[in-house]
Each structure stands twice: as C-alpha cells, then as structure tokens.
C-alpha cells in the first residue's frame, strides 16, 4: 500500500501573524505555539453565546495579558470573514496572514477557511481534516537548539506523540547543548576560513552543499582527502582546495561518526581544545609526533588489538566481549557502531580516533602514543578496530610500532581476531562469495592504497567474486581502472590482464548487520551513478562478480519514487539477529 510523504520543513516564524479560527483548548493550545516561536496569534472567534461565559481559562489569561489579540466574530459559526486573511497580517506583506489554525470542529466553516486559503495560498492547517489541510503540525520534542518531529501525515497524532516520546527517551542527556557548541564551532570555523579567500572554491561549495541538514549523505561526503602537504600555495589547486575543507570535514565527519553519547559529553572546553589542535590551516594534526621510548614498559599493563566485527553486538567473539568487559581504556575507531560501544562498562575510560581524511597516519600515532602511555601507566588497553584487525585495518601496522615500543607478543601485546565484513557483508546481502556453479575463489582487495595511491587492480575472471574495501569514495576511479588499462599500464604496453566487463554483476553493502544497512544491486556499468544518486555512508564495501546474483533475481529496470526509471535497486534496514527467538527444537531443525 503506497503512502504519500510529506516535505518536512523547519520555519522561522519570528514576526510572523498565525490567525488561529475557533475558541476551545485546542486554540488555546495553537496560540500557545505560535506564541513559542516568535509569532503574533490572532485569535478570530464569536462571544461566547451565554452572556458571563469567557473563553477557555488558558486562552482568556492570553487575551487579558494582551498577548493574544481577540477579533470577535460572529459569523465564524459556520461562515468566514476572507478579508481577514488580507487585513490582518504584517504591512511588509501586504497585510497577509503567514498562516492559519482551524480548530473549530464546524464543518462548513472548515471548508470555507480552506478554500479562501488556497486561493490566497496561504498555509492552513484544520482540526481532524488532513484533506483540508496543506501543512500539518510534528510532534515536537526540543531541548536547546535540538528539535526532533514525529508526523504520521494525519494517521494517528497520539501514536505520533507516543513515538515522539520514545524516541526522546533514547537520546543522551545533554545533547541540545551539545548541538549549540558544535553548531557555534561550526560558525567559527568557517568564518576563519572565509577570511583565507576572498571566494569559495569548488570544493568549498561542493561540500557545504553536501552539509545541509535535509539532504542525507553524499557520495562525496568520504571522498578522498589526502594528507596536508604543509606547503599549499595558490599554484597548487588540489593543496589549496583541500586544505580549505579539511577541518569541516573532520568536523562533519565528527558529527556524522562518533557515538551520541560522546557528543553529548563535550564541553566548552572541548571545543577550544579543538580548535586549537586544528589551529593550522590544513593541518589536521601536527606532522611531527614524538615516537614512544622504546624499551620494556614500565608497570603490568598490556594492549590488547582487537576486531569488533562488521557492527551488530552479537558478532563479537566472546574474548572481544570479554575483553571490553575487562579494559581500564578502550581506545575505538570512529566506524565501530553505538551499538558495540554500548557494551562498554561506564567505568572504562573511552577514547574515539580522530581519523579523518587526511589525517589518518597522524591520528595513528595519537593513538599509538595514548596506548602506550596508559599500559605504562599499568592499565589494559583495549584498541578496538571495526572487522579484523589484519584484514585492512593496519592492524600488523601498529604490532610493528607496539613491539618497537617494547611491548611484547603474549606478554603486553596481544591480537584477537574479529569478523571481518568482507566476508559478512556479502553474507548480510544474501551474496555467497563462493558457489560452486558461479564461483570458486574470493579475492579481497582495497580500492586505495598507502597515502591515497590506487593500487594494482585485479584481473578478471569468470568464476572470482572480488570484495573491494575502502573503495567506495573513489569508485568512480576504481570502475575506470577495472575496465580498462591504466596510464601506467598503457605506457609500459602492459595490457595482459583481462578486463571486467561492464555488465558483471556488483552490489555495494553500507553499515552491514547494522540497523541501517543499504545494499544496491546492479552492474558495473550503473553502480557509480546509483552510489552519486543513493549516496553513500561507511563503512561500506563493492561485491563484484556473478555470485551477486545465485540467490538474487536481477530487476533490469526499478521505479524510483519520482517515477523515472533505474537500472539498479535499493534494499533498506537489516533483520535483527535474534537468536533467543529461536528454541532449541528450532536450532536443532537447522542441524
């Protein structure tokens, strides 16, 4: 059963004049809104029928304070005085109203504001008449800046408000406030940016397009960005450009990544603290970090590197559970989900790593330097990485640095393994990397190397299911790669690897086994356009390869919601892991 939606939109009604038709609670309640925001209520409604009646309590304190103006109106009883929509507004309008309440219940004269507001185009909204009304009002929950609507679009306004009120009550305590400081170091950072340029670059518009708050996130919103060179000047374009977006990125990206309860945590001095660390332009972190005393660390502390697996908490391994249960600090990567971090005991003290783009070698030795500063300081430190550690996750890159430092294997360093998504995200999407009528090897490749270099790619191959890592954000790049030979290539007359056909089945798989799971389906030819139309949000990865689609039955041709036509489909949320719904008999039928 389709359902329209509606275009949800926040309005500044400061000045504005809200007409408010009817004398009940519900106008009192309307003009207590209109009064909420900034607004003038007028409140256009006939005496009351038995002389010493006044208006409902909550109302008549409002006109006798002057806050709410009465017209009385008689014939509001079933007719409606148009003139007022024209008359009783601000002069810089003409002396339009900015929109209108009905609350009285009085069909013929419901219909007759709505008619005369449509006509004038003014919004009206009507009491229990969704087919009258041309805006409705959301179930509002605020706390500082923070607004979050609940709207049902005229289904069920209590369910709405019992949703509303749900869903306030998952959100950690201070999160308003922390909206005003994010939003106020937001402001100052771009306005020190604006005093580097006398106009915006490319880059600049590209991604403060990208940072409205309607539109969800772009396919560039994790492009790659990389490191600071330190010497940008105005002949170097990409340098310069960068260098511009580089800090609102890393605030974006914050926002975007880090745990609920960790934004709602920073303070005033946080904030000063990071604008201070990120004091140089294009710098996300100083390029010089003093490497760790090596030798034996002092105390009884040791590190433990471990994967949290591709997001849901229940694919733990039980020593990973075991050790965030255990750890004295638990330093996590940004991608690694709520979900897990929730396991943490509010005891442990928790650190989020502030990679970024073109931060990320940098922020590895912030991380490296936190570690060993608190195992020698005798505590367990616990580094949380998303997946498996060895599986793209640097994570034989910080052994190699941890045991230059002195910690040793068994002793004050150990590694436990993870799920790695490359192999669970397909499984999430219903994909089989292996199957023995379509595939009969898995290749798990990265599509960007050391420092943002692309790296080789791989040949093509009937039977391969090819799992492509960290990719996305330049998919545009690794598609042209695949199909065809590369500069290098060409040049050296190196053109024995066999090419991927542009028809090969693929699918890209976000956040999988997380409760925002994306998965799209099509071919390579399609899959850099459905990424620039869908967008994207990591982690994600690109299955390719005719395994995509044993157990999926391919759509040639999807219908969007505006009715055009595409050639790929989208498959939204996940089927939560509910393993205690299974009884034993069930478990024991799946043997």
Known sequence: MAHHTSLLTAIDCRGHVHLVVGANPLAAARCNQSLAVGATPILVAPEPLKKGDLLPAALQVRVDSGEVRWVRDDETAGQFNSTYLETLGRDDVD?????????????????????????????????????????????????????????????GCKLAARIRREVAATLPTGLGEACARLGALRRQIQEEDRRTAATATKAEIDFTLSEDDSYDQSAAFNQLVLPASGNATADNTDDVETAKTRRMRWLAQMCEYW????????????????????????????????????????????????????????????AVHQAILSADVILADKLVPQGVLDLIPRRTEVAIARKFPGNADAAQEELIEQATAAARAGKTVLRLKQGDPFVYGRGGEEVLRLRAAGFKDGQSLFVLPGVTSALSGPLFAGIPP?????????????????????????????????????????????????????AEEKESNNTGRALWPASTPCAVIERASCPDQKVIRTTLEHVAAAIEQEGSRPPGLLVVGRAC?????????????????????????????????????GLASLA
């Open 549 to 585: 689609d044993v157990l999926y039955t391919p759509v040639s041709v999807a219908a969007s919601s505006d009715g055009a036509s595409k050639p790929w489909s989208v498959e939204e949320g996940f089927a939560s892991l509910d393993l205690d719904s299974i009884s034993p008999a």
């Open 434 to 486: 292996t199957h023995r009528d379509a595939a009969d090897q898995v290749l798990i490749c990265t599509g960007t190397g050391k420092k943002g270099k692309a790296p080789q790619p791989p040949g093509y191959r009937v039977s391969r299911t090819a799992v492509f890592l960290m990719a996305l954000h330049r998919i545009t790049g690794l598609l042209a790669e695949l199909t065809d030979f590369t």
């Open 259 to 318: 745990p609920l309860k960790r934004l709602a945590s920073v303070t005033d001095d946080d904030v000063e603290a990071l604008l201070e660390a990120y004091a140089t332009q294009g710098t996300a972190f100083p390029q010089t970090v003093q490497a760790p005393d090596a030798g034996n660390p002092s105390g009884n502390g040791r590190i433990i590197l471990a994967g949290s697996g591709p997001g849901h908490p229940d694919l733990l391994t039980r």
């Open 95 to 155: 002396g339009f109203v900015d929109a209108v309440f009905v609350t009285d219940h009085h069909p013929l004269l419901a219909e007759s504001v709505a008619a005369a507001c449509r006509r004038r185009r003014i919004p009206v909204n009507v009491v229990d008449r969704p087919d009258l009304c041309s805006f409705a009002l959301l179930s509002t929950h605020a706390e500082g800046p923070l607004q979050i609507g609940i709207t049902t679009n005229g289904s």
